[in-house]
Each structure stands twice: as C-alpha cells, then as structure tokens.
C-alpha cells in the first residue's frame, strides 16, 4: 500500500472483526472505525451501544471493525522508528481496502468517536460507493493546536525513555504518556469528585492510584512506537488538505450525518463539531450534557442510542416523499371567519399531500394593536377602552375558542408596564407584541383540532434563539437548528405542528422579535432546518408582480423567479419579503412559493434556484430615496475619500444603495434611504470640514426629490431602452448603474416623473 507520505508498505495487514450475516439485501452493514486505544472488537470496547442487547446487535446488523494501520492489535504495525508515517487518509484507505476484500458496497451506517470520528470522515470522503448514514461523535474536520500541543507532549515523554525504538522497549515513557492523555479525556470536576480522599493523607492519594492504575493497564496491552505513531497520525488529520480547505471538503460529503457533542469535552470541544455540522450538507448536530467529558462517547450510550434511533427516523422521512412543506399565513389571511375557513381548508388539503408544518403572524391587525397599547402602557396612560376592543377583536371570528388566559396574562404585562411608565424598552415591548403571535397560533391548533387535523401548537421560543452580534440580535443559526431538530424529530409525521412566527429567545433567556414581518423569517429558518421540501407564503396578494399593479396597469405576475431576482426587488421596493427571509432557502435550495389565500387554486409565484426563463422579471420603484453629490475640484487625484465617506455612513449604520463617481474620487454621487438624510448630512460635513474650509469640497448636496427605478433580470437593451424612453419623454437621470451581474439597473430620477417613468420603461422593456 502506498501512504499519502509516497511511502510503500508491502503486504499490508488488516486485522478485523465481522458480527452477524450480511442480510439479503446486503444493507445492513454498520462500519465501526476505533479510536486511540482501542482494537476491532468492538463489542468489548462500546458496551450498551454495541452488543447483544443493544442497538447495534448482531442479530439485526453486520458489524465490521477493522484495527487501524499502526495499532498493536494485529493490523500491520511499526517495528522501530524506520516504519514510515501514515495519516489519517492511510488508516482510511486500508479500510477501503477492506471493503472491497469483503465486497461491501453499501454501507447502513459509518461510525466513529474521536479518532475513530476522523477516520470515518475520510472514509466518508473517498468511499466510492453508498453510505447511508454517517455517525461523527466527539470529532472535527481537523486536528486542533491543542490536541497536536498534547500529543507532542506525550511525544516528548516516550523519546525521554532510552528503550524507546526497541521492540517492547519505551514502557515507562508510555506510561507517562497515557498519563497525559487521561487528563483530556474526562474533566477536571468529574476528577476531583471521584478522586478525592475521605481522610487526610500525605501520599499514596486516590487521584495517584488512579492514574496510575490506568497508565500500568495501558503498558500491558499497548505498545510504544503505536503510540508514538498513531499520535503523529491524528495529528494529520485535516479533511481540507489540499482539497480547497476543510468547508469545500464537508461539502461534498453529500451523506446525512449526526454529529454528536458533549458539552464538557474539553479535547475536541463542541464548536469543533459545530463546525462539521454546519459545512456538512446533511447533517443533524445534537449536544449532550455529559459529565464524562471526551469520554462521552463512550459513556452516554443511552443519550447516543436515541439520538440514533431519531436520526434514523428523520432520514428515512428526508429520503422519501415525506419531508414537510412549510405553510406560512400572513396576518391578514388569519382574520375573519371567511379567511379562517380558507385557511383551514388550505392546510386540510395539504395534509393529503405530505406532512407540514405552519408558521403563523399574528392575526389581522393585531400587532399594531398590540403596538397601541404598549405606547399608552409605557407613558403611564390608561388602556382600558382599547384593551376591551382588543379583546373583543381577538374573540370576534373565533366561536367560542377562550383566549382569556392569554389575554389576561397580557393585561397584567401591561399594567405592569403603566405603573413602571416603564418608558421605551425593547425587552417589554418584545414581550408585549409576542402575545400576537401566540394567541393566533393557539387558535389556529384549535380551528383544526376541530376539523379533525391533529395539530399541535409550538412557541417558537423553543427553537429559534438569538444572540448578539455588534450590538445586534442576529439568529444563533446552530443553536435554532439543533433545539429545531431536536423538537421535530419527537413528531409523528401525521401531526402538523403550528408554529408562532416572529418570536425568538435572546442569550438571557428574553422574549425577542424578529422585525416587523418577522415571521416569514421564522418560516424560512425553520424550513431550512427540518431540509422542508417547499415554503409556501400564503398571503393576500396572488404572487410577485413585475410592477407594482397600482402604479403600472399592465404589470405581469412572475411565475418563476431566482432567489437572487427575489432578493433584488425585495432590495428595490417590493416590500413582500425582507431579503434576508430568502438567505436559508438559498443555501439549502429550498423553493419558495408565494400564494393568495383568497384564490388557493391559482398558482402564485415560484422563487427556487433554478428560476424561470431569463429576460427581464420586473421594473420597479423606490421613491423614499435620496441623492448625496459631493463635488470639488480638490478631490481630483485624491485616494480614499470613499472609503471615508463609507466609514463616516457607517457609524449610524447607514447603506448606500447605489454609487457612481467620476474619475479617480471626483464628483461622488449616491443614494441613501430618505430616513437617513440628516445623518448623512451632519456626518460628511464633520467628516470633510477641513476640505470643506479649503474648499478642496465645494459643496456636500443632498436632493431629497428623487426616486431610483431599477430593472430586475437580464436582457441585452433594457438599458439601451430605458434611456431612450426616457429621453424621448423629456425625464433626466441623475444617476445610472448597471450592476457586474447584468442583472440588476439603477436609474435615479425626479420624483415628480417616477410613476410616468416606471410605467415608460415597464412598457418599453417588456414590448
Ligand atoms: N406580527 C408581526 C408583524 O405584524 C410579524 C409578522 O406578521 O410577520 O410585523
Ligand atoms: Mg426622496
């Protein structure tokens, strides 16, 4: 066998251990990679997760374990310092040569922990044929500094041994190596609770006995150079090596996973296999609380077992047609009985179609009035009249569904909040306006209760949790992914859970809100979460147009659309979705459907990765825009006054929509959002008051009586046209920008001309 290192060893070794038959349909095969110390037996060494009685028995499953290239328990093995070094990839491609000597080609479920947890990995990477599941615990996508660090150390101690190298030889520095090792494995609390002395003493200390009782067990059955070398062959390990980096690598390896941590393992710690489960494509990450550290692995077979049987479950669902699709309903096809009966009917006929899942707004205009009554709470103001209409407005379409255990619960809130006159607080009202979400999403679980469909409801608190980055509450993408997982794999895939949209838990355990429209956010987190087949966005519109209808009689529906269209005109003035609602599905190219409530059968608007025809999707308006021109003879020559003007906007987290500028920095111009004129303003001129004073800068303009159109989708003249159109209307542009893409043109106009010109160039585009 040739080793990654150009090396050649003759007639390699393989020692193995085969349990139970290979079924019928030969898929029944569980691959078991070891780790450090261990051999291929590994109903020895994995009790309560391999065995007779246990999960993985052989009765039901044919087990191979092969011992790894280097270990001393019969696999080819050094002899003295002169055997070549042999990676990670080696181990693995002898295993690979097992596989094929026993001609297994498909494989039910690839497993290791730690060592055991990287050879699986680059099996996983290289094995040509089918692997169902692969199961990583305690692992990463390479070796850390701290481990590498650790395996020096007992390195450094075997070579202090004068027999080191010779057959046999090396025992004490072996011992004193394992002893290195034993303290990374469990954890310093789990030590001291078990090793402490009842009485005092001066030596001979439990803590001593016990490691030394580990390190002479571990003399006896091992062998030096082994370690030496098996320790030099973790420390190889890095999926990424010349593959374009470790996240290129766990990309391609296209086989679901479950990555399984331990919150207390301090030599590979969880983030390290947070790290695998994000990059790997199809991967469910679980963390289990574990008093035993690394160790874990072996030790909470109970927690690994369900976790098991679970991931199982969910992938079997994922491989067929039963992954769920995800409906969303916006506040106003929530309101009403005629609206309700709608809804229901919706999700009673999809649920003939496959499993589902709902997110939900708050009904109708709920959170503004929610909003209403936080504003006269906060000020010390009485609520009363507006409290009992809200209640009769919640009630109203509901028959006799009760909501006033809520609905008291939120009068406290805010009386609570009246006495404090507790002023602006983001926490209370977060607080407030999550009541919304969750009185619709219980009396949506309760409308089709009562129509037969078995629902349950789920506060989203549960799942979706936020962290803070930059003094802004961003999603904790793994942590909602794996409580998510977590709370969908407990559900039977006939029961249809109705999820709050909008709502989230922060760090400290607060309500959060996830922005005006949040839910659709929540629906598409959600969806990429669970891998959903589909997002469908029910609302009162009947999908995207290519023109606000309003303004441009003759806009179009789209059919079909890119994500990266979508994102455009949400950027643009279609104030459907917020751009980063599409961000989940993009990744895990999960296609998005916007539909009416009104008229279900219609077919609404696909946005998926593959879009629809190329060719211009659509000409829309902002007119909330402004024009900054910074112009001076000055600047001619000049470097980095954009980068000036870029960091000046962004101390008040103001984004440039579009720029454009003469040569070399000279007559700068670009647009803002309306609501951050007088932040500009004051901004650039603290920022060029000297230019100004020597009049490097003649003048700072900002022209509020403007508006961009932009052309969404590519087409060879669009441009061509729109300036023509424009020309021959008498309508001057400020400002134009073609974007790299092609896709993507910005014309600022005169406010005045905005609708005319909209409608010119929609007609003209699309003739
Ligand atoms: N109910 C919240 C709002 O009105 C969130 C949502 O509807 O998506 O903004
Ligand atoms: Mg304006």
């Known amino acids: 066998m040739v080793f990654e290192s150009n090396e050649t060893i003759e007639n390699i070794e393989i020692a193995y251990h085969t349990f139970g038959q290979l079924n019928k349909a030969k898929d029944n095969v569980i691959w078991v990679c070891h780790a450090i110390s261990a051999n291929s037996d590994v109903m020895s060494w994995w009790p309560g997760l391999f065995g007779e009685k246990d999960f993985y028995n052989p009765t039901d499953y044919f087990i191979v374990c092969a011992n790894a290239i280097g270990s001393p328990f019969g696999t080819t093995m050094p002899e003295n310092l002169d055997f070549p070094s042999f990676t990670i990839r080696d181990v693995a491609k002898a295993h690979l040569l097992l596989a094929e000597h026993l001609k297994i080609n498909n494989i039910h479920t690839l497993i290791g922990g730690s060592f055991g947890g990287y050879q699986a990995l680059e099996f996983a990477y290289s094995f040509p044929h089918e692997i169902k599941h692969l199961i990583l615990l305690a692992s990463s996508a390479r070796e850390s500094a701290w481990g590498i660090a650790i395996h020096e150390s007992q390195r450094i101690a075997l070579k202090a041994d004068p027999s080191f190298g010779e057959p046999n030889g090396g025992q004490a520095g072996m011992k004193t190596a394992r002893s290195i090792a034993m303290l990374t494995y469990r954890t310093s609390e789990g030590l001291i609770k078990d090793q402490t002395d009842a009485d005092a003493k001066l030596d001979n200390f439990k803590a001593s006995s016990y490691i030394n009782y580990h390190g002479d067990k571990f003399v006896k059955s091992f062998n030096a150079l082994s370690y030496y070398y098996l320790t030099k062959c973790i420390?190889?390990?890095?999926?990424?090596?010349?593959?374009?980096?470790?996240?290129?690598?766990?990309?391609?390896?296209?086989?679901?996973?479950?990555?399984?941590?331990?919150?207390?393992?301090?030599?590979?710690?969880?983030?390290?296999?947070?790290?695998?489960?994000?990059?790997?494509?199809?991967?469910?990450?679980?963390?289990?609380?574990?008093?035993?550290?690394?160790?874990?692995?072996?030790?909470?077979?109970?927690?690994?077992?369900?976790?098991?049987?679970?991931?199982?479950?969910?992938?079997?669902?994922?491989?067929?047609?039963?992954?769920?699709?995800?409906?969303?309903?916006?506040?106003?096809?929530?309101?009403?009985?005629?609206?309700?009966?709608?809804?229901?009917?919706?999700?009673?006929?999809?649920?003939?179609?496959?499993?589902?899942?709902?997110?939900?707004?708050?009904?109708?205009?709920?959170?503004?009035?929610?909003?209403?009554?936080?504003?006269?709470?906060?000020?010390?103001?009485?609520?009363?009249?507006?409290?009992?209409?809200?209640?009769?407005?919640?009630?109203?379409?509901?028959?006799?569904?009760?909501?006033?255990?809520?609905?008291?619960?939120?009068?406290?809130?805010?009386?609570?909040?009246?006495?404090?006159?507790?002023?602006?607080?983001?926490?209370?009202?977060?607080?407030?306006?999550?009541?919304?979400?969750?009185?619709?999403?219980?009396?949506?679980?309760?409308?089709?209760?009562?129509?037969?469909?078995?629902?349950?409801?789920?506060?989203?608190?549960?799942?979706?949790?936020?962290?803070?980055?930059?003094?802004?509450?961003?999603?904790?993408?793994?942590?909602?992914?794996?409580?998510?997982?977590?709370?969908?794999?407990e559900l039977s895939s006939n029961v249809t859970p109705i999820v709050t949209g909008f709502i989230a838990t922060s760090e400290k355990g607060r309500t959060v809100t996830l922005g005006r429209n949040g839910s659709n956010y929540s629906a598409t987190l959600i969806a990429s979460f669970i891998q959903a087949k589909e997002v469908q966005n029910w609302t009162d519109v009947q999908g995207i147009y290519s023109s606000n209808p309003s303004i441009v009689p003759d806009a179009l529906q789209i059919k079909n659309m890119t994500y990266r269209e979508a994102n455009e005109m949400a950027n643009f003035g279609v104030n459907l979705l917020h751009p980063k609602t599409i961000v989940p599905l993009m990744q895990s190219k999960i296609p998005l459907v916007i539909k009416s409530t009104m008229e279900p059968t219609m077919p609404g608007t696909t946005i998926n990765y593959e879009g629809g025809e190329r060719g211009i999707k659509a000409v829309t308006m902002v007119d909330n825009v402004a024009l900054v021109a910074i112009e001076g003879n000055g600047l001619s020559g000049k470097v980095g006054i954009d980068a000036r003007i870029f960091t000046a906007l962004q101390k008040k987290n103001i984004s440039v929509k579009m720029i454009s500028q003469a040569s070399s920095e000279r007559g700068i111009g670009f647009a803002i959002s309306e609501s951050n004129i007088k932040d500009t303003e004051l901004l650039l001129n603290e920022e060029f008051k000297d230019e100004l004073r020597k009049e490097y800068i003649s003048s700072i303009r900002i022209n509020n009586d403007v508006g961009i159109i932009a052309i969404i989708g590519r087409h060879n003249y669009a441009l061509e046209k729109a300036i023509s159109i424009l020309r021959k209307n008498k309508i001057w542009m400020h400002l134009i920008s073609n974007s790299i893409s092609g896709e993507h043109i910005s014309l600022v106009i005169d406010k005045g001309s905005l609708k005319e010109a909209t409608r010119l160039v929609h007609k003209e585009v699309f003739a």
């Open 235 to 489: 420390d190889s390990h890095n999926i990424g090596r010349n593959r374009g980096g470790e996240v290129k690598a766990l990309q391609s390896i296209n086989i679901p996973t479950l990555v399984i941590g331990f919150n207390s393992d301090t030599l590979v710690p969880v983030r390290f296999q947070k790290f695998l489960a994000e990059h790997l494509p199809k991967s469910i990450f679980r963390e289990f609380e574990s008093k035993y550290g690394h160790d874990g692995f072996l030790k909470e077979t109970e927690k690994i077992t369900d976790a098991i049987q679970k991931f199982y479950r969910n992938t079997s669902i994922e491989n067929s047609d039963a992954k769920r699709t995800i409906l969303k309903f916006g506040g106003s096809s929530l309101y009403g009985k005629e609206n309700l009966d709608k809804v229901t009917g919706i999700v009673s006929r999809a649920t003939e179609q496959g499993p589902l899942a709902v997110v939900v707004s708050a009904r109708g205009k709920t959170t503004d009035h929610l909003i209403k009554l936080y504003n006269l709470a906060k000020v010390g103001k009485d609520f009363t009249t507006e409290f009992e209409a809200f209640k009769n407005y919640q009630h109203q379409d509901l028959g006799n569904f009760d909501l006033t255990k809520d609905l008291n619960e939120l009068e406290t809130t805010l009386k609570a909040i009246q006495w404090l006159k507790a002023n602006e607080n983001e926490f209370a009202y977060d607080w407030v306006l999550s009541f919304g979400e969750i009185m619709s999403a219980k009396s949506l679980t309760h409308l089709l209760q009562a129509k037969g469909i078995k629902t349950c409801f789920i506060d989203a608190r549960k799942i979706i949790h936020t962290e803070l980055v930059l003094d802004e509450f961003e999603i904790n993408v793994e942590k909602s992914r794996s409580k998510t997982q977590e709370v969908f794999q």
